[in-house]
């Protein structure tokens, strides 16, 4: 079983990989559309949606040590590093997959100026 240790906001998560069944239900939670498929999430609805809230609320389903106050006193760099562990440790294979999405939702973020 792969894993890795990441801080965010002084709390040091301890990403484990996860077995399929256990993901199929993440999705389902995190997307119920999908019904646990990852071929069904739409990608362009869930960008439509991006904002802070969007990170207070799928966050903590993903890593619930998290708190909502974690995700406010986090920096960004933190929940990159935080995305990309979970993402190397149960779906290696997909990365390269998922890290132009994930660009395009740090685009989609609104800027602080």
Known sequence: ????????????????????????????ELFPESKGDIRKIDI????????????????PKLFPELTKDDVKNAYMSELEALVEAFVNVNFFGLKKLIQ??????????????
């Open 1 to 28: 079983m792969r894993n890795k240790l990441v801080t965010i906001a002084d709390k040091t998560i301890d990403v484990k990989e996860m077995r399929i069944g256990e993901l199929e239900k993440l999705v389902i």
């Open 44 to 59: 362009s609805k869930l960008l439509e949606g991006a904002g802070f809230d969007l990170l207070y609320k799928k966050l």
């Open 100 to 113: 132009p999405m994930l660009k395009v939702v740090q685009a989609g973020l609104p800027q602080k100026q």
